[in-house]
């Protein structure tokens, strides 16, 4: 039951967190949502926009799991800490944290992998 409501906090807290850090819509900002296409389609600038690859949505994508990732790596690694410094001395405790920190760590390293075997696949084939 413990481990359920730890990983309940920590959904919790991740979805807290990356509400926080949602980038403003470009409608919110005050710039045209449908870029300048919607005022002149016949522009060369229209014209030479390729909307059939399917690369910007994998990239954004891609760089949006990065960003959750990331905020659950540092999230894990913060609850490592503090569960290591709260161990008093305790040895499965103390292995507890090490591992907590150390699956995060080992976590973020594989997700930034994954980002840049993306990124380079997409930028040779793009």
């Known amino acids: 039951m413990k481990k359920i409501n730890q990983i309940i906090a920590t959904i919790a807290l991740v979805l807290g967190f990356g509400v926080l850090f949602v980038p403003v819509t470009a409608s919110a900002a005050g710039v045209d949502p449908y870029g300048p296409c919607a005022a002149d389609p016949t522009s060369s600038v229209c014209k030479a926009k390729d909307t059939s690859t399917i690369q910007p949505l994998i990239k954004t994508i891609v760089d949006t799991l990065l960003f959750f990732v990331g905020i659950v790596s540092v999230i894990m690694i913060i609850i490592g800490g503090i569960m ?3 161990s008093t001395g305790d040895q499965s405790n103390v292995t507890k944290a090490k591992n907590t920190i150390t699956y995060a ?4 390293v594989v997700s930034f992998l994954a980002y840049a075997i993306v990124h380079w696949v997409l930028h040779i084939f793009g």
């Open 84 to 86: 290591y410094t709260v």
């Open 105 to 108: 760590l080992v976590g973020l």
